[in-house]
């Protein structure tokens, strides 16, 4: 009632004051007063949307941990699925990085036993390896085993490489100590001619270990990638969940029904209305 009143009160003052001319006379343009307005002017909407969600926040919350940015906007459905695809994914990654290492431990620790750097190098420099068989890989780490039979000192790469060579050619047969010719008799590494005509099933059973490893830390690398696939999808999800939350709540102020006092053209008299903003 006292809003009624109100607007009654300063319809009639305006009447008045056109009557007594203080008003201009016929306009061109039609005037509007906001009057007893149903909500704040648009300045008490924009101080709104500046207490609003930052979708900047938003995007760095979730991108260092998802779910955290949409959690922090307001969605919080969405805010579970991205954390629990971020906790399956990484129970993943370490169980199958850490079953890759492990077996990689196991086929190293049996290649430092079972097979033999001086063994092979010793075959390498005889007149059977140079005139019966083809050699076309350099071992790996060989001035190191070469002072002491020992890898330590070595570069990460050329090790890593020195594992892999000693199984995957026929060329490092020589060195693993169960080596034997087509009938299954035990040969000495100088004894060896052709590669080919000599097995090791110690070798065997380290490619199918190394395999595996391979493996497993090739299946850990691709959940590494989904991994930070998710992080990059729950971030742009949280700023977009942030901006949104920010605009619906500034919009619904704005579309609620406000009133106004108009001064149409070509007339004198203030009159009062009530609209609803559509945009």
Not at 66 to 84: C, I, L
Not at 90 to 107: H, P
Not at 153 to 172: A, N, V
Not at 185 to 196: F, G, K, L, M, Q
Request: hydrophobic share 40%; aromatic share 10%.
């Amino acid at each position: 009632m006292r809003a009624i009143g109100a607007s009654v009160l300063l319809m009639l003052a305006i009447s008045v004051q056109a009557q007594e001319g203080i008003l201009p006379p016929a306009q061109e343009e039609l005037q509007v007063w906001p009057a007893l307005s149903a909500v704040p002017p648009r300045e008490g909407v924009g101080s709104m949307q500046e207490e609003g969600k930052s979708p900047r926040r938003a995007f760095l919350f979730s991108a260092l941990l998802p779910g955290a940015g949409e959690f922090y906007a307001g969605a919080e459905k969405r805010a579970v699925v991205f954390a629990g695809i971020e906790v399956i994914a990484l129970g993943i990654y370490f169980t199958w990085n850490g079953k890759g290492n492990d077996v990689e431990k196991e086929f190293r620790a049996m290649a430092d036993t079972s097979w033999s750097p001086l063994d092979y190098l010793a075959w390498r420099v005889s007149t059977r390896a140079s005139r019966y068989s083809s050699i076309t890989h350099a071992l790996p780490c060989s001035s190191f085993v070469e002072s002491g039979g020992s890898l330590r000192g070595c570069d990460g790469r050329e090790t890593q490489q020195y594992y892999e060579l000693i199984g995957k050619y026929d060329q490092f047969v020589s060195g693993w100590e169960d080596v034997v010719d087509r009938t299954g008799n035990r040969v000495e590494p100088t004894d060896i001619d052709s590669v080919e005509n000599f097995s090791s099933q110690l070798r065997l059973v380290y490619e199918v270990k190394r395999d595996d490893s391979n493996k497993y830390l090739k299946r850990a690398s691709n959940v590494l990638g989904l991994i930070l696939v998710n992080h990059a999808l729950s971030a742009i999800d949280a700023a977009r969940a942030a901006r949104i939350s920010s605009q619906g709540k500034s919009a619904a102020l704005e579309k609620r029904a406000r009133f106004a006092v108009v001064l149409p053209p070509q007339r004198r008299t203030p009159l009062l209305v009530m609209y609803k903003p559509f945009y």
